[in-house]
């Protein structure tokens, strides 16, 4: 039989913890290791149980989530964190994401969706709702033309590159901006030579870690 995923739960909202508790418990594939009130408390737990994934909020008292995630990722690089809040500023996504998160859901999310993100997680996958994408995507380019990073991307590469990350497809972003897809097809070549990557994973990936927000 295969083994449950055992998650550990560290928010200090009771009445959630009461029910993401009973939202977790009641799928087959997941144990609830534990629950906690206190980030401070967490590494001290884990020298006592096997955890698979942490699922934390980010606003805690003492030691909040970007910290936690920070400090597990040094200590137990195995690991999964998932980060549950009602936080979406794209400062803090950048945050976590550079302190390699594995995943990013907000408290409104349905329960299917976080059941899905957590065992993505414990298989080894990445898990952002699209809600989260979708505002780091917005702040990504609205700071990108003026970032230092980009300062040699004219507004049309720009545009392609948002388009891309988007995941359109050479065509698709061709007629949408009136253009041919050789046309497009150049300018992609551009961005993988500027931003120094090999393909559009790559250009994803440096969009993603490489400071294009504040």
Request: glycine share 2%.
């Given at each position: 039989m295969e083994e449950k995923i055992q998650v550990l739960i560290v928010d200090d909202h009771h009445m959630f913890l009461d029910g993401l508790s009973s939202i977790l418990a009641g799928d087959d594939q997941i144990d609830v290791a534990g629950v906690l009130t206190d980030a401070r408390e967490v590494m001290g737990f884990l020298d006592t149980r096997r955890v698979d994934v942490v699922v934390t909020d980010v606003s805690m008292p003492h030691m909040d989530g970007i910290q936690l995630n920070s400090e597990l990722k040094k200590n137990h690089s195995k690991l999964?964190?998932?980060?549950?809040?009602?936080?979406?500023?794209?400062?803090?996504?950048?945050?976590?994401?550079?302190g390699h998160v594995d995943g990013y859901l907000l408290k409104n999310a349905e329960k299917l969706e976080l059941l899905t993100a957590i065992k993505c997680i414990a298989g080894g996958g990445k898990y952002f709702s699209d809600e989260v994408q979708k505002k780091y995507t917005e702040s990504l380019f609205s700071n990108t033309v003026n970032s230092p990073i980009h300062t040699d991307?004219?507004?049309?590469?720009?545009?392609?590159?948002?388009?891309?990350?988007?995941?359109?497809?050479?065509?698709?972003?061709?007629?949408?901006?009136?253009?041919?897809?050789?046309?497009?097809?150049?300018?992609?070549?551009?961005?993988?030579?500027?931003?120094?990557?090999?393909?559009?994973?790559?250009?994803?990936?440096?969009?993603?870690?490489?400071g294009l927000i504040q």
């Open positions: 999964k964190t998932l980060v549950l809040t009602t936080h979406s500023d794209p400062s803090i996504i950048q945050k976590l994401i550079k991307l004219s507004k049309r590469e720009v545009e392609i590159l948002k388009l891309i990350i988007e995941e359109f497809t050479a065509q698709e972003i061709a007629e949408k901006l009136f253009i041919s897809q050789h046309t497009v097809n150049t300018h992609r070549k551009n961005l993988l030579s500027k931003l120094g990557v090999k393909n559009t994973a790559g250009l994803v990936k440096h969009a993603l870690q490489n």
